[in-house]
């Protein structure tokens, strides 16, 4: 599949998932890509298989907004306060455990907060997170994010994953601005 056509279908996988987290308030969140169909005829995506989907709040949503802003704009502290707001930190933790957290979710959001295409595969931001992710885990540790943020991690991560499969690159920044 040529680039052009490859970057399109990474363009509507995360255009779906923003609309799904942020419009929808409502998503599929086994982002296999068994679970998609896409249409070259047409240029469209289908979901396959709703068996696993999440409803969220407009707060739980606008609290991820506020994330995501905040990252976006080098906020730190408005960082760290959507980080309470969602739950993966809380005043009382120590605060190495709110600064795992605040460093988490700047990692997660690196394809948002990149100007221009995001180069998927090349990014090492798997490898990356999980490095970190182990310095955490044997360091000051981190909070369980709330239950109802695992099914959207895998959303998020699984897009990710296959815009990397595809060797995707993709102005995810250019795209994310319309939804907050």
């Known amino acids: ?5 490859r970057n399109a279908v990474a363009g ?17 969140t086994d982002p296999n890509i068994a679970n998609y169909l896409y249409s070259p005829a047409t240029r469209q995506l289908a979901l396959l298989d709703l068996g ?10 606008e609290a991820y907004r506020r994330a995501c802003r905040a990252v976006i704009a080098g906020d730190r502290d408005g960082v760290r306060a959507a980080a309470f707001d969602i739950g993966y930190a809380h005043p009382d933790d120590p605060e190495p455990m709110i600064r795992n ?3 988490i979710i700047e990692l997660a959001c690196e394809p948002l907060v990149h100007r221009g295409p995001y180069d998927f595969a090349g990014s090492q931001l ?14 000051q540790g981190l909070r369980s994010p709330p239950p109802e943020t695992l099914f959207l991690h895998r959303k998020l991560i ?5 815009c990397a499969k595809l060797r995707a690159r993709l102005n995810v920044h250019a795209l994310v601005e319309r939804f907050l």
């Open 158 to 162: 699984g897009t990710f994953m296959i």
């Open 126 to 139: 798997m490898l990356r997170a999980r490095d970190r992710g182990l310095e955490v885990l044997f360091g």
């Open 1 to 5: 599949m040529p680039a052009t056509r």
């Open 101 to 103: 957290s605040v460093d």
């Open 52 to 61: 696993a989907v999440g409803e969220y709040p407009a707060s739980f949503s």
């Open 12 to 28: 509507t996988l995360y255009e779906l998932m923003f609309r799904e987290l942020f419009e929808f308030r409502f998503m599929q």
